[in-house]
Antibody, heavy 124, light 108 residues
């Protein structure tokens, strides 16, 4: 059974750094056909793709947020970590991690399993 | 940056066919994927690679793509299909993912 679970602070102050952990089970972060992505959703708004990481440690970031994001993985502990620096109230959102299925060539990927999401509020 | 455009809302009566569109310049070369998100829940994949339906998704959900537009069709929409629907694809260069702005489907 594939599961993903997000964890981290529910409240952060402006300018602080957010660190979120995605703990996965039912698949391996070593599987070359799979990866993990982070996606967020402000209250009442659309989904926004943030970053992904593949088994070979290849990473990609949202162009608009690239300077603030870092994604990494701990394969042994089945965890993927996302850090976002200089948090602002506009970053208030539910943050999801999702499993990526990799296909191709040409490279294409999509999300087949999602975590339940964790709401992060940015406020002083 | 690359964008996918969806209508904000679509409304149909139960039993009617609902069509939700997604337009993007890279769609002739990139697959479209569709996610259903009910209130307070995580998204669920309903269509992948333009036309394929994951196991467990009802047959009334279908997808198509032509040129710069992808379409999600729900034939015989049910009240339970009320949700927000998001298209997803990849930018033409690099491997960045992009979501559309979402379409709220009302069935009543």
């Amino acid at each position: 059974q594939v599961t993903l679970k997000e964890s981290g602070p529910v409240l952060v102050k402006p300018t602080e750094t957010l660190a979120l952990t995605c703990t996965v089970s039912g698949f391996s972060l070593r599987d070359s056909r799979l990866g993990v992505s982070w996606i967020r959703q402000p209250p009442g708004k659309a989904l926004e793709w943030l970053a992904h990481i593949f088994s070979n440690d290849e990473k990609s970031y949202s162009t608009s947020l690239k300077s603030r994001l870092t994604i990494s993985k701990d394969t042994s502990n089945s965890q993927v970590v996302l850090t976002m620096t200089n948090m602002d109230p506009v970053d208030t959102a539910t943050y999801y991690c999702a499993r990526i299925v990799v296909a191709g060539p040409p490279l294409r990927y999509y999300f087949d399993y999602w975590g339940q999401g964790t709401l992060v509020t940015v406020s002083s | 940056s690359y964008e996918l455009t969806q209508p904000p809302s679509v409304s149909v009566s139960p039993g009617q066919t609902a069509r939700i569109t997604c337009s993007g310049d890279a769609l002739p070369k990139k697959y479209a994927y569709w996610y259903q998100q009910k209130s307070g829940q995580a998204p669920v994949l309903v269509i992948y690679e333009d036309t394929k339906r994951p196991s467990g998704i009802p047959e009334r959900f279908s997808g198509s793509s032509s040129g710069t537009m992808a379409t999600l069709t729900i034939s015989g929409a049910q009240v339970d299909d009320e949700a927000a629907y998001y298209c997803y694809s990849m930018a033409s260069s690099g491997n960045h993912g992009v979501f559309g702005g979402g379409t709220k489907l009302t069935v009543l």
